[in-house]
């Protein structure tokens, strides 16, 4: 008898070890799926790809895991894998109306517009009363010739949220092209009374209120259009009409001339952009300074040139170009953050620290500003300073690697080799190809007295970078070691 027991308990523990097993996968796929929620809430996707391609891999039926999945590879911009994503969590559980709407976005980004529609509309099914599906339905259906279809789901779209105001401005705006001008007319003052600055909403009535033969009316309409976004020509264009049929030629005029130097701008500034992508950084730089000459109050186009500028290594004209946008806008973020970076590339730290602080002042939740001002004091040999510039930056972008890198030399300054080994290291984690990262690592694990590990790190660095002379001449030392 018990030799019979011990054989029954023998196999009952041995039926019981698979089951534990699945029990402990299970668990595990649990922990990283919640893991990687957490990092997409916190904006942080790379590191939750990581953690939820782990958690699908040992628990490949987990619906959940695969659309968590999608997000991370969406918000990473990698648009098949998404999809591919997406579909397999649809596939386990075709009823996730939230799945069948990240779908649809994804396959509308990749102009996939009758798919996503296909998909919107499930999801409409699963979840009827969410507007930003009718709204988003009514975008697939616009784009793809469906007016009307496009125009119900706008109206149900407003029915169920009657504060969005895009899906106003393309319900009144379907309702021109479908002549019902009195009830568009209606539509357009609805959503002006809701935000009095929505510049397509004023371009609508504008030029329906021209349309209806009532330009006077349009006028004061359009003259606020204008002021709210004072680089677009279009206003100065209907204005241009609306004053010809009032009968006020000279402030017809005026605005025909406003149109045709801001349509100039806007076309030298695109032709820019083109000669960017192309590399022709001559002719980008004439033809920004011609978009210039046409809108000599826009900060877009001074901002630009004084990238590629910079792209150019003409420091003195970058430099004059942003202290152009500052005396416009003594409070542009962007133009005291380029200026920190130029003055940081001159070897001028104690400017550069001034101007990242001045962009921290005025907004003290920007990474780049709090990243520039941690590698100014850092050049200044203030090494506390650099410390807490280099967290603070981290606190709003913790998966940066040139950040994790700089506060690890920091804290080699200061010679706290711990924590300076633990953003090292997550310097690699987060690029395992950047070799100054596992240079720095390498150096804290020889102070440290790992040798083997240091050697590692090193032929790690060699291996990316061949001609490392400093990685040679520590591994040169190593092997003359004891």
């Known amino acids: 008898m018990t030799a019979r027991l011990l054989l029954m308990l023998g196999a009952l523990a041995c039926a019981d070890q698979p089951e534990s097993q699945d029990a402990a996968r299970h668990a595990e796929a649990r ?11 916190q904006d942080r996707p790379a590191r939750a790809l990581a953690e939820l391609t782990q958690a699908v891999a040992l628990d490949s039926a987990s619906s959940t895991a695969h659309f968590q999945q999608g997000l991370a590879h969406a918000r990473l911009d990698q648009p098949a894998l998404a ?3 997406f579909e397999r969590a649809l596939a386990l559980t075709p009823d996730q109306p939230r799945a069948h709407f990240a779908l649809a976005a994804v396959l509308r980004d990749q102009h996939r517009y009758l798919e996503a529609a296909a998909h919107l509309e499930q999801a409409i099914e699963l979840a009827p009363e969410r507007a930003k599906y009718h709204f988003y339905l009514g975008e697939m259906r616009r784009a793809t010739g469906d007016f009307a279809g496009a125009l119900a789901a706008f109206k149900r779209a407003i029915e169920l949220a009657p504060d969005h105001l895009e899906a106003r401005y393309y319900h009144s705006d379907l309702l021109v092209r479908n002549q019902q001008l009195a009830q568009a007319r209606t539509g357009f003052a609805d959503l002006l009374a809701r935000d009095p600055d929505h510049v397509q909403g004023g371009l609508g009535l ?25 680089h677009n020509p279009a206003p100065h264009y209907l204005l241009a009409q609306a004053y010809a049929e009032s009968d006020h030629p000279a402030n017809a005029r005026n605005a025909q001339g406003r149109f045709q130097q801001l349509s100039a701008a806007e076309r030298h500034l695109n032709q ?19 978009a210039l000459a046409s809108d000599s109050t826009s900060v877009d186009i001074r901002l630009r040139l004084a990238t590629v500028y910079t792209q150019q290594k003409h420091f003195a004209d970058a430099r004059a170009t942003l202290e152009q946008v500052l005396a416009q806008n003594p409070d542009h973020r962007d133009a005291y953050i380029m200026l920190g970076d130029l003055y940081l590339h001159e070897g001028k730290p104690k400017e550069a620290n001034a101007h990242f602080g001045r962009a921290l002042a005025i907004d003290p939740d920007s990474f780049a500003a709090a990243y520039g001002l941690g590698r100014a004091h850092f050049k200044s040999d203030d090494f506390a300073g650099a410390v807490a510039a280099l967290r603070q930056a981290l606190a709003q972008n913790p998966d940066h690697r040139d950040a994790h890198y700089a506060l690890g030399l920091a804290y080699v300054r200061q010679a706290n080799y711990r924590d300076a080994r633990a953003h090292f290291a997550r310097s690699v984690a987060l690029d395992p190809d950047h070799a100054e990262s596992h240079y720095g690592l390498a150096l804290i694990l020889m102070q ?11 032929q790690k660095v060699l291996a990316l970078a061949p001609d490392h002379q400093r990685a040679r001449a520590k591994l040169n030392e190593l092997d003359q070691g004891p």
């Open 83 to 85: 999809i591919a994503a």
């Open 448 to 458: 440290q007295g790992q040798r083997e590990q240091a050697r590692q790190a090193l």
């Open 206 to 230: 504008g030029g329906l209120l021209i349309r209806l033969g009532e330009p006077t009316s349009a006028i004061p309409v359009l003259k606020r259009v204008a002021a709210a976004d004072p």
């Open 31 to 41: 922990r990283l799926l919640q893991r990687g929620t957490l990092f997409l809430q």
């Open 272 to 290: 820019g952009n083109i000669y960017i992508r192309q590399g022709a950084w001559d002719k980008a730089i004439d033809s920004l300074k011609r």
